[in-house]
């Protein structure tokens, strides 16, 4: 029986502008209300609204979605996604079923994104938190459509990312101060390194944040840039799932499985969602706090050598791919997960992982 349901609004590390890293989760099969969560908020209700037009549209074919690195302007999912992973294309039955789908997407997009009640987010980057950013007016406005008067978000994040958003986003520069002491919608609270916090919308989810590092300033290049890495457990059955933001590949990695190791029992860890932005060809120099494919690899056999009975049938699915100017008549995504698939299955401690590519407007059901 799946726990999780993933959907993927955005995973790509830009510089295209649209639909950076968002996933919204929800408990498998939850009906009766649209709450969820969503790790990162580069995505919002623009990408509900345009997975929500392909449901109508019916644009959505079993094989095929738009791509802008062919000629066709077409590719194929197969290409992507492992078909032993279990998936959908568009929202969840659970989420679909709650709307009346005759009613203007507006209006149902709007309902999704008010069921966003908390925010977890990495780090400040803006792949991360551009569509919340933008976002934020829409929950100081009273809904008439809503059943839920009270619009609340809370964004959490370890101390580096909640002092960045607040001094440098919500500061009146940047953005309207819409955090400011007493005013209740948005609100922002610190979670602690390597402890468990319950999740108010879903108390059966505890979710521990590790700090992990992300290459080094510009400015001041002896310093360490920070992000975070997101543990998602159902408490009672166990089942986990791990999500990373941008991350470089160090002992701070190890870390994080050590933890799981110790608290998720083998063939409970459902998935993991972590980055791989650049090809293997990259010069390591521009990597620039990033992961490409042969330290994936290395990283994914670390955490199976401590797991004696190894990972078979855990889903790893890369995000984050930069869209870079070279290469330009292949898509990036697919050169990545091919060099992955290849490295993988040169090691037998994976066998038996599925590897895929998140696109956005998938649901991964785990
Ligand atoms: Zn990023
Ligand atoms: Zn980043």
């Not at 933008?134 to 809370?154: G, I, R, V």
């Not at 964004?155 to 005013?183: C, Q, V």
Request: hydrophobic share 40%; with cysteine.
């Amino acid at each position: 029986m799946p726990s999780f349901e993933i959907v993927i609004l955005g995973a790509v590390g830009g510089p295209y502008e649209q639909a950076t890293q968002c996933f919204m989760l929800r408990p498998y099969g939850l009906e009766g209300t649209m709450e969820s969560i969503c790790i990162d908020g580069g995505a919002g209700i623009n990408q509900i609204a345009w997975l929500l037009m392909q449901y109508k549209k019916q644009a959505i074919n079993e094989s095929v979605r738009e791509n802008f690195f062919r000629e066709s302007g077409e590719i194929l999912l197969q290409d992507f996604i492992d078909t032993n992973i279990p998936h959908q294309y568009g929202f969840p039955n659970s989420l679909l079923s709650q709307l009346d789908l005759s009613l203007p997407v507006h209006v149902n997009a709007v309902l999704i994104y008010e069921g966003i009640k908390e925010f977890y987010i990495t780090h400040p980057h803006l792949d991360h938190i551009g569509a919340m950013v933008l976002n934020s007016p829409l929950l100081f406005e009273p809904n008439p459509n809503s059943a839920d008067p009270k619009q609340e978000k809370t964004l959490y994040s370890l101390p580096f990312t909640s002092k960045a958003i607040r001094e440098h986003i919500f500061n009146d520069e940047i953005w309207p101060d819409l955090m400011l002491e007493g005013s209740e919608p948005l609100m922002i609270q610190d979670l602690k390194e390597e402890k468990a916090h319950k999740s108010k919308t879903f108390p059966n989810w505890k979710i521990t944040a590790f700090p992990v590092h992300h290459g080094n300033r510009v400015t001041r290049p002896s310093a360490k840039i920070y992000s975070s890495a997101f543990v998602i457990q159902n408490e009672f059955n166990k089942d986990a799932i791990a999500i990373f933001g941008d991350v470089e590949q160090d002992e701070l990695i190890s870390k994080i499985w050590q933890h799981i190791v110790d608290n998720v029992p083998a063939g409970s860890l459902k998935a993991i969602l972590i980055e791989c932005s650049s090809p293997d060809n990259i010069n390591p120099t521009n990597l620039y706090g990033h992961l490409s494919p042969k330290l994936l690899i290395h990283e994914i056999k670390c955490l199976s050598e401590l797991y004696k009975s190894g990972l078979s049938g855990l889903d790893v699915i890369i995000t984050h791919v930069k869209f870079s100017k070279f290469n330009l008549r292949e898509d990036p995504r697919v050169t990545i997960l091919n060099q992955i698939k290849k490295y993988a299955a040169m090691e037998t401690a994976l066998n038996g992982v599925n590897f895929s590519m998140t696109l956005e407007g998938i649901s991964y059901i785990r």
